[in-house]
């Protein structure tokens, strides 16, 4: 069992920056591949990025390729989510989750088992 919780959204102008982060409890963090998703009012919840077991391997939705980075240390149970260049529409409540699915870079929501309980993005134009 994992339990995630979300810190470090905020309300950042356009072109600014915000590094999110996800706790995790549990003794076996580094079995599950972390996702990052986000849900913007009115809209489905959408995959933004993921990183695999060991953090060798990253996979993003093109809306924020090149401008999201995702990190994590397993040995302090946590992951990250670095948001350069933001704009507006990257205005959401952003979750982080986590699956043991070899497919992780999907993005598919079924396939995360685990969800922390999202944190508010807020960018101003």
């Known amino acids: 069992q994992v339990q995630l919780v979300e810190s470090g959204g905020g309300l950042v102008q356009a072109g600014g920056s915000l590094r999110l982060s996800c706790a995790a409890s549990?003794?076996?963090?580094?079995?599950?591949?972390m996702g990052w998703f986000r849900r913007a009012p009115g809209k489905e919840r959408e995959f933004v990025g993921a990183?695999?077991?060991?953090?060798?391997?990253?996979g993003y939705a093109d809306s924020v390729k090149g401008r999201f980075t995702i990190s994590r240390d397993n040995a302090m149970k946590t992951v990250y989510l670095q948001m350069n260049s933001l704009k507006p529409e990257d205005t959401a409540v952003y979750y982080c989750?986590?699956?043991?699915?070899?497919?992780?870079?999907?993005?598919?929501?079924?396939?995360?088992?685990?969800w922390g309980q999202g944190t508010q993005v807020t960018v101003s134009s």
């Open positions: 549990g003794r076996t963090f580094s079995r599950y591949a």
């Open positions: 990183i695999s077991w060991s953090g060798g391997g990253t």
């Open positions: 989750a986590a699956t043991q699915s070899s497919s992780w870079y999907s993005g598919s929501v079924p396939m995360y088992e685990y």
